[in-house]
């Protein structure tokens, strides 16, 4: 399985896995690639920035020492990928989760998420 991971799960997998329930589970399993997108960096940037999220370390250290704790891969933001929002349903305005449904979309990757709302999309969702 491809798990793109959405902000809350990539935080809860470092800082507190025990919320992932059985997610937990597959999200270890060898064959997994776990995948950390460019929007989760930008959206715990943000809401670093104005105070809406206390980290450990400054944005810049946290992700990337996170991303490797967890032995994930960064997956970039394709033009493909922000073009693809346009053509989601208006199901959620959030623009972070917008992309990272059109980026498991456009790379045939399981959307690791908290928010069940993003399972009504056409993409395959794993909502913890």
């Given at each position: 399985?491809?798990?793109?991971?959405?902000?809350?799960?990539?935080?809860?997998?470092?800082?507190?896995?025990?919320?992932?329930?059985?997610?937990?589970?597959r999200?270890?399993?060898?064959?997994?690639?776990?995948?950390?997108?460019?929007?989760?960096?930008?959206?715990?940037?943000?809401?670093?920035?104005?105070?809406?999220?206390?980290?450990?370390?400054?944005?810049?250290?946290?992700?990337?020492?996170?991303?490797?704790?967890?032995?994930?891969?960064?997956?970039?933001?394709?033009?493909?990928?922000?073009?693809?929002?346009?053509?989601?349903?208006?199901?959620?305005?959030?623009?972070?989760?917008?992309?990272?449904?059109?980026?498991?979309?456009?790379?045939?990757?399981?959307?690791?998420?908290?928010?069940?709302?993003?399972?009504?999309y056409?993409?395959?969702?794993?909502?913890?």
């Amino acid at each position: 399985m491809k798990a793109l991971l959405d902000t809350n799960v990539f935080l809860w997998l470092n800082d507190e896995p025990e919320r992932l329930g059985d997610a937990i589970a597959r999200l270890s399993e060898p064959e997994t690639l776990i995948l950390v997108s460019a929007v989760v960096s930008w959206e715990i940037a943000i809401k670093y920035a104005i105070g809406r999220l206390q980290l450990p370390l400054p944005p810049e250290r946290y992700m990337p020492e996170r991303i490797g704790n967890i032995g994930a891969s960064s997956m970039v933001i394709e033009h493909r990928d922000a073009l693809g929002v346009a053509a989601l349903p208006p199901i959620h305005r959030d623009p972070f989760d917008r992309l990272l449904v059109a980026q498991a979309i456009n790379h045939s990757a399981t959307l690791v998420t908290t928010d069940r709302r993003l399972g009504e999309y056409p993409v395959d969702a794993l909502v913890v």
